[in-house]
């Protein structure tokens, strides 16, 4: 296996440790990481790829990752967090990006019709109610305002001081913290984090209420020509609460490929986002029989959107842009961590904000499952189901490109022109993650890359390992494929 050098500079050391270690395997281990993208733990798995005839089951070729250095291949992790691992978040972004867009403009290659951008469109921003005064940093057409300079009382019960003359940096460590964490209901928001996607539902089942309500029809009515899709992605808030950034879109009955009827506009429909937004609340019990009233804050804010950006507030690419940018984030942004918490004593020595862990500690009181995540436990990214193409069917058309350029498989089809060829692929894990020397290798790949792929042509950029070897596989997989 050869190599190229032209596109990527590779220190001596790391090259050399590899050479030790593989001998002639170690280009196949070069080509292997550059093949997952410069991912930061990738997958290494062992077993065989068979091809067979569709007509009479022969056996037409195999291949075994034991009788090819280095013995192995590498799969990208494929996570989507930036903080895990960059080149993966970047791919998982890049078809986030495309699926958002092709929902807001259409891609007839994609399945989706160029007839939704002429469909009403908002962008919705859902936030969290208060729970206690924090530090804030506004900026208004004058620059930067004031913190906070204080309200009918200049301090609170506890004796806290509830004002703030300074204008925060960016980057100020104290936006998002509590003026007096004894004021401050952790309890409430964990809560809200862990019930928002009850609220969401109800918002989404509301809404179709309040479009009806808007047109003097009943629901029934509505539903017969008109119908609600979504994007959502969540994003968390330097307090520690999660808020919604949404595009909602009003189809015909039967789908995106027809238009809204009975006078359904975009000004229509970012008056029945707003007016749902204000009504629904669910009620939930916390921790000690309290019960609680979920339900939005007050900052709602709805932007129409053209896709061509004409007219409108918002700009259809731009908007995808936003909304597939937080598709990478996690609970850090607010103070969280980025992985499960197993025992609580990590609430106490991990290196984070006292306000993150008063929050922490009360996600851990409702759920230690997401007390990582200050007890949100939905999805970042979601969507209705015919929004718009699927990121399933985005890493199909990725790995489809790949099995058409796999030489491996070109020559069987040439020796099996006018037949199916179906192949099973068994594998099993074998570890993951990268020595230090491969580790510097991958870090050389993702910081030489300029060029998007071929893929990107299909919706996305990257690549994992092909080599007749699959494209994802659980500890011990098996599938059967038909190739054409």
């Known amino acids: 296996m050869v190599v190229d050098a032209s596109r990527t500079t590779f220190e001596p050391a790391p090259l050399a440790v590899l050479h030790r270690r593989y001998g002639a395997g170690a280009p196949a281990v070069v080509e292997l990481i550059r093949r997952t993208g410069g991912c930061t733990s990738p997958i290494r798995l062992e077993g065989e790829s068979v091809a067979f005839s569709a007509g009479s089951g022969a056996v037409l070729a195999r291949r075994s990752t034991r ?33 958002v867009a092709a929902g807001l403009a259409g891609d007839e290659a994609k399945g989706v019709s160029t007839d939704v951008a002429s469909h009403p469109l908002v962008f919705a921003t859902f936030t969290a109610p208060s729970f206690g005064a924090v530090h804030r940093r506004v900026v208004d057409g004058t620059g930067v305002r004031r ?57 989404i089942t509301y809404l179709p209420r309040e479009l009806a309500a808007l047109g003097g029809l009943s629901v029934a009515a509505l539903r017969s020509q008109v119908r609600v899709a979504y994007a959502k992605v969540a994003e968390f808030q330097a307090r520690g609460s999660v808020h919604i950034h949404a595009v909602i879109r009003l189809d015909g009955p039967d789908g995106p490929d027809t238009a809204p009827a009975g006078g359904a506009t975009a000004q229509r429909l970012a008056e029945a986002v707003a007016r749902t937004a204000a009504r629904v609340a669910v009620t939930v019990a916390g921790p000690g029989g309290r019960e609680l009233i979920i339900r939005w804050g007050s900052q709602m804010d709805t932007r129409l959107i053209k896709a061509d950006g004409d007219a409108g507030d918002g700009h259809g690419v731009g908007v995808a842009g936003y909304l597939a940018k937080y598709a990478t984030k996690d609970a850090q942004a607010g103070g969280g961590l980025d992985r499960r918490i197993r025992v609580e004593g990590v609430i106490e020595r991990s290196k984070i904000s006292d306000h993150a862990r008063a929050l922490m500690r009360s996600a851990w009181a409702l759920s230690p499952r997401w007390a990582h995540s200050l007890g949100f436990r939905g999805h970042f990214l979601t969507k209705a189901r015919r929004y718009s193409v699927t990121f399933a069917a985005l890493r199909a058309v990725r790995a489809d490109y790949r099995a058409q350029a796999d030489p491996w498989l070109a020559q069987i089809r040439a020796r099996a022109t006018g037949d199916q060829i179906v192949i099973r692929r068994s594998f099993h894990y074998a570890g993951s993650g990268l020595s230090p020397a491969e580790r510097a290798v991958a870090v050389s790949f993702r910081t030489n890359a300029t060029s998007p792929s071929p893929s990107a042509r299909i919706g996305s950029a990257g690549s994992r390992p092909n080599l007749g070897m699959p494209v994802s596989a659980p500890l011990h997989w098996s599938r059967h494929r038909s190739v054409p």
């Not at 090819?68 to 993966?88: K, Y």
């Not at 960016?170 to 913290?177: N, R, V």
């Open 147 to 203: 913190c906070r300079l204080g309200g009918p009382s200049e301090t609170c019960e506890h004796g806290a001081s509830l004002r703030c003359p300074e204008r925060h940096a960016q980057d100020d460590p104290l936006i998002g913290q509590a003026l007096c964490p004894d004021c401050y209901d952790y309890e409430a928001a964990a809560l809200w984090n862990a019930n928002l996607g009850a609220l969401w539902r109800r918002t």
């Open 67 to 99: 009788s090819d250095a280095p013995g192995f291949v590498l799969v990208a992790c494929g996570n989507r967090r930036e903080s895990r691992c960059p080149p993966c978040s970047e791919r998982y972004r890049r078809d986030a990006y495309f699926l």
